[in-house]
């Protein structure tokens, strides 16, 4: 039933400041707005815009959100999907103090993960916060010893490629840290009771404790839950679809094969021995000293290097100078790269991801923040009970998905946070439209070009990309898709507003 | 006389026969653990300090020792803990009078013993069924050449491989090609069956004889062809894993003890599942799986129920990713295996329950130990014939068809006559697969190569065979790994200065300059264009004025001393010739097509000069001669100028094949950071 004051468009504004998030929401009830919402607002190391800068983002925020007549910005609702620095940057209290601390915020919505009451967030918290901590060990360590190891295969056959990939292969790393706003050479920010790195956990801290205080406060949601009616216009349901309660929320890389599950998630990683030794290293260099646990053989079993250069057995052998290229010191590291990806994919499960639905038309907007398949898989197996009219319906996530008709791409469109026949492919509306945000050249394989080519397919052309000079949406705006009808495209054009600073898409 | 006593054959060590893992289940206890028979050899000596050399009243074999000898040295450092652990003694008169250490986890001293054991083993097998020495791969290093631009590889003599049975904190273990090295890992367990193992507990790879068997096959194929870590056929990795599961898998056969408990349990049905057929049990545990990691003849499904693998003719056309191809191979070689072990096994079922079905209840114990030896002959008979192949197998490219092709020719040179039609058990197993080796006829006559007598000119073949002659005179006797490599490499080089002519020098006098160009070409699938400049315009090297061809390399000349098992004496040489080239190619889209115009010289060819569409491309052949008849007996090649080749080279490469990457680090990265072993058991997929 169509009711007079039921929310019957949204308007979807996507920076584009560079590779990270920042989705403003604004809710409408015929003319009037009545109802906004911010879904993240960062960005990943050095991928900055030069054309858009922040300020301008955050000027804008504050233009569009302050009331006629108000000093302060007003926002409804800020969502912080998950802890990583493309997502969470700008709510820092000391690198941006002043983008967010004048805005009076309603609620805050978080994700289960974040609830410190929640103890199995408790133990992934913990889980990940020793891993990231051990990454950042790792990764300065093999920053340090670059040079050495590059010495070691100087002068031999293929030696110059194992130098080259040594390097790449640091670059990488560093860029996976980037996520959590660190780099290799910043320091051990490893804190005890600590969440993943200081920065992002300063961040998000700052989030649930200084920007909610000015209005109801902090909401923690459950995957397979509604957002409380009373929150939120009429007209509109919001579905949690994740993160994952049990299990599912380490697995971040599809399964290959029908049967085998054999991934290493962070608890089961059987990486507990390298995150140790990782551990207990950063502690030595702090002074610490290493526990017994650091031996596989218990304490006193063995003998150390400076000892061992006078045994006469590893003297012509480990320490041979002509048989340097044959040490190992360092090998037992280069996990780490195979490591931080378990872990990046990790957190990005930990994303808030929200379906919002107008209730008259059944149209779905998908926020997945940067969820990856465990995730993914998962919303298969909640269900939501919701009332239309007199009646009581059941809602499942093949029904959210093959009502989208706004998907905001999870994870930049990487090639593992999109699922092709569980997620995708339900997705069928014909006015389906695509948001991501990305830069070029920020982060290898995004933008994995077999997910675009597919996405083009579903949405008819109708993909809209943030900050990539490969696919400006000023193009998209210029260009009728072959595949769209004419009365489609008038439609596509009359809802789409392209500007620098960002592309605002009209949901009806 | 005290001093007349020989030395033993055997050095007796225990150790596991799978895992620690199934020690501690009731069922398997008694079968894993056993006393490995390694062949005796004389040991690193510990230098003892005060002591005078004794003149010989007490002779080196009973000195104190370092695990170090003619194939190995194990050096236990721990890098994650900072840690050397001593290095076993296995020269300790009580470990001599006890068949070593007890089998222990937490003893570091047993960990060596166990990776000694299972490594000498698996070298040995390759021996028997070489019949040679074998020969790690070669240390390289470049140096600028004298007065050119380019630099010059050297190659050296490497004697043991280096053994780290504790160097990661990961569940991997791999061989390093640039280190020469093995290197192991360890892990903290979180297994699916908390019974089976206690999670948390640390699982050591170096106790696995699956993974230790697999890293050391890693190890002898790259000593035997080098140019097969090279990715340019999505077979060649896939190869590499498969063969060093294969050794890996047939090995377990060669212990009684375990054998004669899973024939009693499977009824002699080894179709069922059964532990010999499980690689890496308590790794594959470890890490939350069920089963063995890499399963021949069947699989745990989602509910955990076992079900045999049913081959599938598409199987090979479809299946990229490496580890699932490699296990087609296994799969093929495992089933071959079965069907040449079940016709044996009939009859004796027969005469023991009157017909030839699986009988119901325990088998009698003596029937157990038919069945197990009828088993271990089938087993070592496979695992010979899988190792003598690669004699067979073309020096650089390998599909898998190549390799059937090769065990069927290298079998057939053996055996004449296929009365336990073992031959027609593989075709039929690889054929279930769809591995057809590019042969229409999958007859036994088709795939074997054929004859090359006559392809040559008379009187060069003759010169040649001079030539090999004297090789194995020379080298033939040699027991010294060292010497042979050092010799071989001289009568390859030959010295100018002695004006002894090397091998590669009669090659191009006799075949290249001498008249026969065009037909020793296609033969053996080179080229040889007439000068320097033509050559350039192919993207072949001319790397002297003074030369007379196009650059080509003697990779390998080894001597094959086989008796077959008619007792006839097989005497052969393989030797390997390589060119190599750089191809350009004009892509449009899907469509990729060698650019005629385009081939470069690689070696001096700077990569930014190269563009972005390039591949090195390699072609050549391994000949077989018979130093009995003086004739070339078989040609196995890989033409360099087979521009259908060139493109599949490109498409693998180029990810065109279908196969997806990991898009974060590169595969590429990962490989060539610790070799392109590292990262393939890694257990992320």
Known sequence: MANEKSVDSVKVRMYRHGFGDCFLLSFYQAENRVFTMLIDCGIKLNTKSEKVPITDVIADLKATLTPPGKKFPVLDVLVATHEHWDHIAYFHPTKFPDFFADFKIGQVWLAWTEDPEDKEAATINSRLRDGAAALQVASMQLAKTEGEEVAKVAGLYMGDQAAKARADFNVSLNNVLGFYGLKSDSGITYKKDGKISVETEVAMTNISDKLSQSGDGVKYFLPGTKVDGRSIPSGVNIYVLGPPKKGMINKSTPSKGASKETYLGIDNSGLTSFVDGLLHLGMDKAGGSPGSQASPFGEGVGIDPEAAKSDPYFKHTYFSPSEKHRTIENNWLDIAGQFALQLDGAINNTSLVLAIELADTGKVLLFPGDAQVGSWMSWHDCEWKVKRGSKTETVTATDLLENTVLYKVSHHGSHNATVKDKGLELMTHPELVAMIPEKENSYSGILYEPLLDRLNELCKGRVLISADAKYPPEKVELNKPKQLSAAEWKEFKSKLVVKELYVEYTIR | ?685
């Open chain 2, 1 to 685: 006389m005290q001093s007349d006593i020989p030395t033993p054959p055997f050095r007796r060590l225990r150790g596991y026969a799978i895992d620690p893992g199934l020690s501690t289940q009731f069922q398997t206890r008694l079968m894993n653990q056993l006393v490995y028979k390694v062949k005796w050899e004389q040991l690193e000596p510990r230098e003892q300090p005060g002591a005078e050399k004794k003149g010989g009243s007490r002779t080196e074999a009973t000195c104190d020792s370092y695990p170090a000898g003619e194939y190995l040295e194990i050096v236990d450092f721990d890098p994650a803990t900072g840690r050397f652990y001593e290095p076993v003694n296995l020269d300790h008169p009580h470990l001599l009078a006890q068949d070593g250490l007890q089998p222990s986890v937490s003893n570091p001293q047993f960990h060596q013993q166990m990776v000694y054991a299972v490594m000498m083993t698996t070298i040995e097998n390759f021996e028997r069924a070489l019949g040679r020495k074998i020969m790690w791969a070669e240390n390289i290093p470049v140096r600028p050449a004298p007065g050119q631009k380019k630099l010059d590889l050297h190659f050296q003599f490497v004697r043991r491989l280096r053994v780290y049975p504790h160097a990661l904190r990961q569940a991997n273990a791999y061989y390093d090609p640039i280190k020469k090295a093995m290197l192991f890992g360890y892990f903290n367990s979180a297994p699916a069956n908390a019974q089976i193992q206690l999670p948390g507990a640390t699982v050591f790879t170096c106790l696995s004889h699956d993974i230790i068997a697999h890293e050391t096959t890693h190890a002898l194929i790259d000593g035997l062809h080098r140019r097969y870590i090279d990715a340019t056929h999505p077979d060649t990795r896939a190869f590499h894993e498969a063969f060093a599961d294969i050794v890996a898998l047939f090995q377990h056969f060669s212990f009684p003890e375990v054998l004669r408990h899973q024939v009693a349990q499977t009824r002699g049905d080894l179709r069922q599942q059964n532990l010999l057929g499980q690689l890496a049990q308590q790794f594959g545990q470890a890490i939350g799986g069920y089963g063995g990691l890499r399963d021949a003849i069947g699989e745990f499904d989602k509910d955990g129920v076992w079900k045999q693998k049913i081959p599938n003719a598409q199987d090979y056309a479809n299946e990229m990713e490496c580890h699932k191809r490699g296990a087609i191979l296994v799969a093929a070689v495992f089933d071959a295996f079965l069907t040449i072990y079940e016709s044996r096994v009939q009859k004796l079922m027969r005469i023991a329950t009157g017909d030839a079905r699986t009988p119901t209840g325990d088998l009698h114990p003596d029937l157990v130990d038919e069945i197990a030896k009828a088993a271990a002959k089938s087993a070592s008979d496979v695992l010979r014939i899988c190792i003598r192949a690669l004699d067979y197998c073309p020096p650089m490219d390998l599909t898998y068809g190549d390799y059937l092709r090769a065990l069927i020719t290298a079998d057939h040179d053996m055996v004449a006559e296929d009365t336990n039609g073992y031959r027609v058990a593989f075709i039929e197993a690889f054929q279930k697969r769809g591995i057809s080796g590019g042969i229409k006829n999958m007859a036994v006559e088709e795939l074997v190569y054929p004859l090359c007598h006559g392809m040559l000119d008379a009187a060069a073949e003759q010169s040649l065979g001079e030539h090999l002659r004297n090789l194995k005179n020379s080298v033939g006797y040699l027991t010294d790994r060292q010497e042979l490599y050092a010799m071989t490499k001289d009568l390859i080089r030959g010295d100018r200065k002695q004006k002894r002519q090397g091998l590669h020098g009669l090659i191009e006098d006799v075949f290249v300059s001498g008249g026969s160009r065009r037909k020793f070409a296609d033969l053996t699938g080179l080229m040889f264009p007439p000068n320097d400049a033509a050559a350039k315009k192919l993207g072949l090297e001319w790397a002297y004025i003074t030369t007379k061809s196009a650059s080509y390399a003697i990779g390998n000349v080894w001597l094959a001393n086989r008796v077959t098992p008619d007792g006839n004496i097989v005497n052969h040489v393989v030797m390997t010739l390589v060119q190599k080239r750089g191809v350009r190619f004009k892509v449009n889209g899907k469509t990729v097509n060698v650019d005629e115009k385009g081939f470069f010289v690689p070696d001096s060819t700077p990569e930014a000069e190269r563009g972005p569409d390039h591949i090195i491309f390699r072609g050549g052949c391994t000949l077989i001669f018979d130093l009995d008849t003086r004739q070339l007996h078989r040609v196995i090649k890989k033409d360099i100028d087979d521009h259908e080749r060139m493109v599949l080279q490109y498409k693998f490469q180029h990810g065109l094949l279908g196969e997806t990457d990991e898009t974060y680090f590169s595969s590429q990265t990962m490989n060539a950071l610790a070799g392109p072993f590292a990262f393939m058991h890694s257990h992320d997929h």
